[in-house]
């Protein structure tokens, strides 16, 4: 049974950092794209940053380019996405998934393209 938690959400002022993990259980991490979703009320889910384990490949929106970076360590089956530089935008739950292992050398952006999914955790960014 594969099993994805995230941790590291939290309450941050505008212009800090945080760092989020997604621990994976229940699958073998190269095999698979992984990525960071968010999500806010009402909205839909959107892409947020991904990388292909097998090759390192990444991919981010461009919302938040230059200030996340996100990095994976298959030995661990952790997932980390560091966000610096904080905007109010930026304040949403954050899910972290797992793609169908038809992705697993490149970084899907659509939401359907990725079969598991984590409880998400929450970023808050005060103004």
């Known amino acids: 049974q594969v099993q994805l938690v995230e941790s590291g959400g939290g309450l941050v002022q505008e212009g800090e950092s945080l760092k989020l993990s997604c621990a994976a259980s229940g699958l073998t991490f190269s095999e698979h794209a992984m990525g960071w979703f968010r999500q806010t009320p009402g909205s839909e889910r959107e892409f947020v940053a991904g990388?292909?384990?097998?090759?390192?490949?990444?991919a981010f929106a461009n919302s938040v380019k230059g200030r996340f970076t996100i990095s994976a360590d298959s030995a661990q089956n952790t997932m980390i996405l560091q966000m610096n530089n904080l905007k109010p935008e930026d304040a949403a739950v954050y899910y972290c998934a797992a793609s169908s292992p038809t992705y697993a050398y490149i970084v899907p952006r659509a939401s359907t393209n990725y079969d598991h999914w984590g409880q998400g955790t929450q970023v808050t960014v005060s103004s």
């Open positions: 990388i292909s384990v097998s090759n390192s490949v990444t």
